[in-house]
């Protein structure tokens, strides 16, 4: 199927649910609204699974790897040899995000579409490699068109086979040194935000690589002129392959009707993609925090999505993601188990 043909399943949420769990939350003892953001997550989430008191979720976290050849400028602290390295982490389990998805009750998948080195076969690594990592989108386009879409659809394909296995809470993750100058790009490409407003220290870069970052992105954007209008062009010029995965996954999500929490910096830039490729994905996204890097706050308005937790986390791998996992149970368990004021005898408000 093509990724206009998969887009075009996406259904808009059923506004009779929200009305529902809407009045079903004001029923529940407690002055109306007062669970403020947990009421916005329980009533989208109902309104996802189309029950006003929807199961306890089933939840993965999907960490798309790819490497970036604009690692060539100096733009990370860090060797692009550690993205290989940190995937055969996750598989041993030894990362942040291992700890983290344990504690929230989620397991674990890697997506290889685009490390630069081959890696072994192992349980939870899909390889579905598209390229050995982008091309420096400094000298010319990251990837091509095709190769982008292509990225893209393993992320719905990804999610399809989630869906089969019974999983119905998504967080997608990221692991690609140098992703953040293609992040950068990206917002400032999409939303028109001044290159140094956007650029930030990544994985805590000096200030000479800084600069050199911010060369960087304002380079790859006069050499490609990206078209604002076409997220697929800003992808494939400016974007990455790890990042197109994610933004599949969003998508996929969208398509197999389950919701998908929206992590930090490059997570979003994947989010800013299938917003605008599939407007009503946003509706099943749910957003996390707010990372450090200053160029996310412009990428959350242009989405109009709210963070949850401001805790300055800059570590992606879908880690503030899976935080956000434990509220969409804590706000399913309000919509199932909280006492209605006619249940407990309490006295409903003064008119
Ligand atoms: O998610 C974030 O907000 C975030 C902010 C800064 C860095 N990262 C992670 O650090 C890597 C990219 O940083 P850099 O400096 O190599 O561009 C990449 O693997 C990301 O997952 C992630
Ligand atoms: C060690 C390390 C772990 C990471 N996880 C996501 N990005 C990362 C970047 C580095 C450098």
Do not use: W
């Not at 393993?154 to 293609?182: C, F, H, R, W, Y």
């Amino acid at each position: 199927m093509s990724l206009e043909q998969v887009i075009k399943q996406i259904k808009p949420l059923d506004q009779k649910i929200i009305e529902a769990t809407q009045a079903h939350l004001d029923s529940l003892t407690k002055p109306q609204g007062s669970l403020g953001m947990l009421e916005d997550i329980g009533k989208q989430v109902a309104a996802i699974y189309g029950s006003v008191k929807p199961p306890l979720t089933k939840k993965k976290v999907v960490i798309m790897a790819g490497d970036h050849g604009v690692a060539a400028e100096g733009v990370s602290a860090y060797p692009p040899e550690v993205t290989p390295q940190m995937v055969l982490n996750y598989m041993n389990g030894g990362a942040g995000i291992n700890v983290m998805a344990n504690h929230a009750g989620a397991s674990l998948i890697c997506v290889d579409v685009g490390v630069a080195v081959d890696l072994p076969d192992l349980p939870n690594l899909i390889r579905k490699k598209i390229a050995y990592g982008t091309k420096n989108m400094t000298q010319g386009p990251a990837m091509t068109r095709e190769e982008a879409e292509k990225a893209l659809l393993i992320g719905v394909e990804t999610v399809e086979q989630l869906s089969k296995e019974g999983i119905t809470l998504l967080a997608p993750g990221d692991m690609g040194i140098a992703n953040t100058t293609s992040s950068a790009a990206i917002i400032a490409a999409l939303g028109n935000v001044p290159v140094e407003q956007v650029v930030g220290r990544g994985t805590g870069i000096n200030d000479e690589r800084y600069k050199r970052k911010i060369e960087a992105v304002r380079k790859a954007l006069a050499v490609n002129k990206p078209d604002s209008n076409d997220s697929l062009d800003v992808l494939a010029k400016v974007g990455g392959l790890e990042i197109a995965g994610m933004a599949g996954l969003m998508i996929g999500a969208a398509v197999y009707g389950m919701p998908v929490v929206i992590d930090g910096f490059n997570a979003t830039a994947a989010a800013l993609i299938a917003g605008t490729l599939a407007p009503l994905s946003r509706a099943y996204m749910i957003g996390s925090h707010l990372s450090a890097e200053p160029g996310h706050k412009f990428m959350l308005e242009y989405l109009g999505i709210k963070p949850m937790l401001t805790m300055n986390l800059r570590l992606g791998e879908a880690t503030g993601a899976v935080l956000v996992m434990s509220m969409v149970d804590c706000a399913i368990k309000i919509l199932r188990e909280m006492a209605t004021f006619e249940d407990a005898g309490v006295s409903v408000a003064l008119t």
